[in-house]
Nanobody, 125 residues
Framework: QVQVLESGGGLVQAGGSLRLSCIVS????????MGWFRQAPGKEREGVSC????????TYAGSLKERFTISRDNAKNTLYLQMNSLKTEDTAMYYC??????????????????WGQGTQVTVSS
């Protein structure tokens, strides 16, 4: 059974940083591209970033690349999202997801097969 578990969310002031982690079990981690998504209250879930199974390729939504960094440690079955210079508009529930294609680079929800329950990030002004 595949399990996806996010952690690292919390309350932070604008300008601060957070590092999200996502531990995955029940699959061969390196065979899966991984993504981060977020959903703010009243809004649709949107793609934040995606990383290939090897970790060699990444993609980001819009200008988030300037502040966010996705990475993975395949030996630890763990995905990360380093978020710097956080803004109030980054407040959302952040979700980790796994896609059954190692070479995928996508920010579309439909491309991902397994999802975590999310971790809340709240940025105060």
């Amino acid at each position: 059974q595949v399990q996806v578990l996010e952690s690292g969310g919390g309350l932070v002031q604008a300008g601060g940083s957070l590092r999200l982690s996502c531990i995955v079990s029940g699959l061969t981690f390196g065979d899966y591209a991984m993504g981060w998504f977020r959903q703010a209250p009243g809004k649709e879930r949107e793609g934040v970033s995606c990383i290939s199974g090897s970790g060699g390729s990444t993609t980001y939504a819009g200008s988030l690349k300037e502040r966010f960094t996705i990475s993975r440690d395949n030996a630890k079955n763990t995905l990360y999202l380093q978020m710097n210079s956080l803004k109030t508009e980054d407040t959302a529930m952040y979700y980790c997801a796994a896609a059954q294609r190692a070479d995928l680079l996508s920010l579309r929800k439909v491309d991902f097969n397994y999802w975590g329950q999310g971790t809340q990030v709240t940025v105060s002004s």
